[in-house]
């Protein structure tokens, strides 16, 4: 019976181990995506280092989304009504 018991043990262990590592994995794989569309959505829509405009932090966002969801990754984004009118150069919180 304790030859059972401790052979339940280490099953449950190492299937936790395993879990342990592929939700590192996951983390690392988002981290890096992460950053990565970060880079592409600065290098298409921003205009130098400065802060960004609501405007341009709208198309930012877009941009950075589209990238995640290319990637595989549930991103939120603005809705399209309000990046279309950003494309548009209409001032925020007008309509």
């Known amino acids: 019976m304790n030859v059972r018991v401790l052979g339940m043990g280490m099953v449950m262990l190492l299937a936790t181990a395993a879990c342990g590592h592929e939700g590192m994995d996951i983390q690392q794989q988002y ?12 290098q298409t829509g ?37 990046t279309k009118e950003a494309k548009k150069g209409v001032p925020l919180g007008t309509r």
């Open 46 to 82: 921003a205009p130098g280092n400065t802060m960004p405009t609501g405007r341009e932090h709208v198309l930012l966002v877009s941009q950075f989304a589209r990238c995640m969801n290319k990637r595989g990754w549930n991103v939120n984004k603005p809705s399209e009504e309000t």
């Open 31 to 42: 981290a890096e995506d992460r950053d990565e569309c970060r880079e592409y959505a600065e």
